[in-house]
């Protein structure tokens, strides 16, 4: 067995697995102001504490398992780790949730161009549409070493915008919490645990699938790991980080619908237009993902006519519900696949602590006879 540890390969999984969550929600800082923000300095950081332990133990948990079962049809994996009925749910809910978030990707690319630029948002919509369709069509091992890099770039950059908003008013930060009392901001639960936990559980609902097909490309358990964990906690960390930064400057952005591209114009003007383009293409590393995971479920032969064909009616459909307005959107489907997620949790957590090993020999022979059958 190779246990060495490759290193290009723990970059470009924990990139991917970052690419994949970045996306409007959380560059616009819509995601983070209604998951951490709104609870307040102390509440926001309780609440990141027990989304980065979820988003590294399950991201790491999940290649690892990919990498094991090698599944043909990577939607499985919720057989495996929640029976046979409750995995059928989730597999075609999930694609369905992943088509709804790719029209919120899109919508997400209209509202910076327009708020940003001024100009109209469907050229905005248009473009994401376009570009997502003709990397998908490249198929999943190009479209990790497309999106795989991209993340950390993405991350670094928020973090730095974060970080330079609280060095430049620090004092606004513990001044938040006054002026939270003040304002109205949609959160996704008041409780810091819970809303921690619902971060964790929606990001694993879309990520599942993603994740443990590219576990098959994993060459040993070092490596997804070590992939997984720098994903989820390097994720979450630039979440804290952007959310604090929000919280600097809270009574500015509480209703803008791209918050973070407000406090990065605020930072220097450059700034802002540097960011419009650093969210644009978060949410491409986003919806890229999300349609390949929607497309699956009709049909994993990435050179056959079907899953072309189905591609190009998808982002269509997609294109057409990214009319919606962008942080509706966001505060609807979030919080609600949350509560969806935690199913999941529960199921991984019996599985992996609970389920006696003859139990789990059994699950895994069930759904590779399953995986191959199809």
Known sequence: MNDKIHWSDVIAFGGAIMAFVIGAGFASGQEVMQFFTHLGLWGSIGAGAVAMALFGWFSAV??????????????QIFAYYCGKKIGIFFE??????????????????????????????????I?????TLLTVLLGLKKLVNIIGYIG?????????MGLISIMQNPAGIFEADKVLKTIEISGASSNWAMSGILYGAFSLVG?????????????????????????????????LILSTGLLANI????????????????IYPIMGTIFSVMLIAGIYTTAVPMLWTAISRVTTDEK????????VMMIIISYFGGQLQFGTMVGIVYPATGYMGMILIAGMIYTKYFKKPSEVNASEDLVLESSVAE
Request: proline share 4%; glycine share 12%; no cysteine.
């Open 251 to 266: 009574g500015e952005v509480y209703d803008k619908q791209i918050p973070s591209l407000a406090v990065a114009s605020g």
């Open 62 to 75: 999940i290649l690892e398992d990919g990498r094991k079962l090698q599944l043909e049809d990577a939607n």
């Open 304 to 311: 056959s006519k079907k899953y072309k064909i189905t591609a």
């Open 207 to 239: 990520l599942m699938p993603f994740t443990a097909g590219m576990g098959r490309q994993a060459k040993n358990k070092k490596d997804t790991l070590l992939g997984g964990l720098f994903g989820g906690v390097t994720f979450v960390a630039g979440a």
């Open 92 to 125: 075609w809910f999930v694609p369905i949730l992943l088509f709804m978030v790719v029209s919120i990707m899109i919508s997400g690319a209209g509202a910076t161009v327009s708020e940003h630029y001024g100009i109209d948002p469907n050229y905005g919509r």
């Open 127 to 131: 473009g994401m549409a376009v570009f």
């Open 152 to 160: 950390p770039v993405i991350i670094f950059f928020t973090m730095s």
